[in-house]
């Protein structure tokens, strides 16, 4: 008899986010709560299940549960610590929303500073390889993109916040034509762009300043 998957509520991926034992929870969660915003309503737009992208939403950065500046180390140990709950598909989404091709997970893992054990490296590569992206994990590379602790933003905004916060790299230009590749994909399945489905994005780019994005520039 086939095992039945665990799935995880959105009920029990909130307790997961309030219980985390880290300081300074706050943003965190914030950031985790529009990523699923965004996830829910690209899901919807795209006909799948929003209720399940919404959970992937919350909890793609469980990785961070314990610290914030985990750096690539938080894929794996979000991906170890929801398999050890029980959560497979919540789980995948925690090793692939970082990566946005096959072509690319080699280069962000061996990069200097990557804070990953060789087999670690391996098991992550391999695992990729072995299964690809589906179309929930590039919602989720998308919404991750998107949506920060300050609200829902364009690609473009939160890239920039993110590269002036932990700094720019050789494979910083590959990482940026990755995304821009998976959101072409997604909006030739849409038929559109995909901020037609967020107008608040002109809303929160009129209310935040340069200033809360541009973190230091010194």
């Known amino acids: 008899m086939e095992k039945l998957k665990k799935e995880l509520s959105i009920e029990e991926a909130y307790k997961l986010l309030e219980e985390s034992p880290r300081d ?27 209720k399940k992208a919404y959970v992937f939403g919350l ?4 990785g961070r549960r314990k610290r914030e500046h985990t750096g690539l180390r938080h894929v794996i140990e979000g991906y170890n610590y929801l398999i050890s709950l029980g959560y497979e598909e919540e789980a995948r989404v925690c090793l692939t929303h970082t ?22 490296i391996n098991f992550i590569m391999d695992y990729i390889n072995k299964n690809g992206f589906n179309m929930y994990d ?16 364009t690609i473009e905004r ?24 998976v959101q072409n994909e997604i909006e030739n399945k849409l038929g559109h762009s995909i901020y037609k489905a967020f107008p608040e994005v002109a809303d929160n780019i009129t209310k935040t300043l340069i200033k809360d994005v541009v ?4």
Do not use: C
């Open 24 to 50: 300074n929870k706050e943003l965190w969660i914030k950031h985790s709560v529009n990523v699923a915003i965004v996830a829910e309503r690209l899901a919807e737009e795209l006909n799948l299940n929003s």
């Open 59 to 62: 909890i793609h950065d469980i």
């Open 99 to 120: 990566f946005y091709s096959r072509s690319l997970v080699k280069p962000n893992l061996v990069k200097e500073h990557t804070n990953l054990t060789r087999t670690e």
């Open 138 to 153: 590039k919602i989720l590379q998308i919404a991750d993109n998107m949506g920060s602790a300050s609200g829902i933003n």
């Open 158 to 181: 939160r890239r920039t916040e993110s590269m002036l916060r932990y700094g720019i790299t050789d494979i910083t230009e590959k990482n940026l034509k990755g995304i821009f590749k």
């Open 215 to 218: 973190v230091d520039l010194k």
